[in-house]
């Protein structure tokens, strides 16, 4: 079994360790490890659960082991790509420089596109790709229907204003003719009591009398006639105020009517393009014409790109490199030296990274199965109870890993 295999020898040491890295990693050995004079050997429940917490950490470390050597492997690998990389010479050299250069390029033109701010939305895009054969004209009509309702809304508040004065005018000739009606009331009374004065004043008083009743009625006369030309003219302006009113109220209902008609068509043209305005629509319009012009620039854009990437990809190819495709990603370090020594450097790092751990993970195994093999030769007659626990841990761990 694989646990025997590795139980009664060293473990595999890493040698030449590149000194790129200067972090170390700040564990304690020993903090992983329960030492057996904190345990009664002699409890049996105590001896089973220390030795099968060993040899949970024995399988613990190796699977981190096996865990760390693929990533290991997998750097290693990257790292063997870049040195093929500097064998690549000749025609194929220049082509993979050119199609480097181009995928670049294009990489930085989709990320500013797809960075940009203002940019319509794919819902406003389509929406206007949907009504682009309506949206000129539609910009056209929106702007004639709001300046119409304008004028609309300023012929309504002038008629509305000479609806008031009519109403003022009309208001004033009517109170103008119920006065002239009680003065002319008042003159009437005062006629009849003068004359009844005049007669007892003649025939009681036996006054002479005659030029009395000459002015009573001469006054009478010109102040009933003045009050009746009076009154003819307040209700001939009434008469007027009444019609001009009217006519006013007629032009007013169509002005309305008007005014329902072009805010039912405002209304049906803001629901149909999803805006609030002809302004709106208009920087929706430009944003979508400019917009058009970077997504076809885009489009064949991207056939550019797709077809660099597959000659990339074949050249990297014919080298055997072990992951061509990964190169797609990282173009600029082919164009450019001192990032390809950033990649490395990077890579080395992480190699680094992963050998420490799998060192630490080593010792640890390495400490455990040693103190197994100690518990076995200072407890000969606990041997083959403890070997008996290595044999099942063992093979449940097994089964596990097939099941």
Excluded at 112 to 128: G, H, N, Q, V
Excluded at 286 to 291: F, G, L, R
């Amino acid at each position: 079994m694989k646990f025997w295999e590795t139980w009664f020898k060293r473990a595999k040491k890493y040698k030449n360790v590149d000194e790129l890295v200067e972090e170390e990693l700040a564990v304690s050995d020993e903090s992983y490890l329960v030492t057996k004079d904190r345990v009664n050997m002699r409890d049996s429940g105590d001896r089973e659960r220390y030795v099968i917490s060993l040899l949970e950490q024995i399988a613990d470390a190796e699977g981190q082991i096996e865990s760390y050597k693929s990533e290991y492997n997998t750097v290693n690998r990257y790292l063997q790509d870049m040195e093929d990389l500097e064998f690549i010479a000749g025609e194929d050299k220049e082509s993979l420089l050119e199609h480097a250069k181009a995928i670049h390029l294009l990489e930085v033109d989709k990320n500013r596109y797809e960075e940009k701010k203002e940019r319509l939305s794919d819902a406003d895009f389509a929406k206007m790709e949907r009504l682009e054969d309506d949206t000129d004209e539609g910009v056209r009509k929106l702007r004639e229907a709001e300046e119409y309702q304008q004028a609309i809304r300023s012929d309504l508040t002038r008629l509305e204003n000479e609806k008031q004065a009519c109403l003022f005018r009309k208001q004033e000739a009517t109170a103008a003719m119920e006065n002239l009606r009680g003065m002319a009331l008042i003159c009437t009374v005062a006629l009849f009591a003068c004359m009844g004065m005049l007669v007892f004043m003649q025939f009681v008083l036996e006054m002479k009398t005659q030029i009395g009743y000459a002015l009573t009625a001469s006054v009478a006369a010109i102040a009933l006639t003045a009050m009746y030309m009076k009154y003819l003219d307040a209700a001939s302006e009434k008469k007027r105020s009444s019609n001009s009113l009217n006519k006013v109220i007629l032009l007013q209902n169509r002005v309305k009517i008007r005014y329902v008609n072009n805010t039912n068509l405002l209304d049906y043209l803001y629901m149909k393009f999803g805006i609030t305005s002809a302004k709106e629509l208009g920087i929706m319009w430009e944003k979508y014409q400019s917009e058009k012009e970077e997504r076809a620039k885009m489009k064949e854009a991207m056939k550019e790109l797709t077809f660099s990437q597959e000659q990339l990809v074949q050249i990297l190819r014919r080298y055997r490199l072990h992951d061509p495709l990964i190169w797609l990603r990282q173009t600029e370090a082919i164009l450019n030296p001192k990032e390809m020594v950033e990649v490395r450097h990077s890579l080395i790092t992480r190699r680094q990274k992963l050998r420490k751990q799998m060192e630490f993970n080593t010792e640890n195994a390495e400490k455990a199965q040693q103190q197994v093999r100690e518990l076995v030769g200072e407890y000969p007659q606990y041997a083959k109870e403890i070997l008996k626990l290595v044999s099942d841990y063992e093979e449940k761990t097994t089964s596990l890993k097939k099941g």
